[in-house]
């Protein structure tokens, strides 16, 4: 009888936690003002960014489109990089040396980014596999905000499966955007 209660209690969970929707963590500075922030740009295709990993064109576009659609989505409007108040970037995370360079080139900062009060997700850290999204003051050239979410692609995913997981974790991860 107490295997079949145990059981059913497992079952339960498994089904809850699987159904709950992406699992992401965020982290920001405090002392930013995220009310200034109106538009938005990202890192030109030429750019050293782009350089620092290895993914498709066709991975980054839709990417890039997710990102574009959340943050319209939530009223901020895109613009040329010169004109932007902040910059998006994005890292899949394959290896750890490209993880690192990919910090390195936002100037990210764990300890300066402490507030993790919103955290869904037990990992400390970045797996392979996860989507990062950092919003980079422009002023600075430092992360600002950093969400980090296990994106769960397949090999087998079509292009609309991916498409519809990045736009699901995407939007996910913004919901916890600070806003005042």
Excluded at 67 to 93: C, K, P, T, W
Excluded at 118 to 133: D, F, P, V
Excluded at 160 to 170: A, D, H, R
Aim: proline fraction near 2%; charged fraction near 20%.
């Amino acid at each position: 009888m107490r295997t079949k209660i145990s059981l059913a209690l497992l079952s339960i969970f498994l089904l809850v936690s699987c159904s709950t929707g992406p699992q992401f963590r965020v982290n920001y500075l405090q002392s930013f003002d995220f009310s200034s922030i109106e538009s938005y740009s990202l890192y030109g295709r030429n750019s050293p960014f782009s350089e620092l990993q290895s993914i498709s064109d066709v991975t980054r576009n839709s990417i890039e489109i997710a990102i574009e659609n959340g943050f319209d989505a939530l009223g901020y409007r895109y613009q040329l990089l010169e004109s932007a108040d902040v910059v998006i970037g994005y890292h899949i995370v394959n290896r750890a040396k490209e993880l690192r360079a990919y910090n390195r080139s936002v100037r990210y900062c764990r300890v300066c980014l402490p507030n993790s009060n919103t955290e869904k997700s037990n990992s400390k850290t970045a797996s392979t596999g996860s989507l990062i999204i950092d919003i980079i003051n422009l002023e600075n050239n430092r992360t600002v905000w950093r969400s980090v979410s296990q994106l769960k692609l397949k090999d087998n995913d079509n292009s609309l499966e991916v498409q519809e997981k990045l736009e699901k974790n995407i939007l996910a991860m913004l919901e916890n955007l600070p806003r005042s």
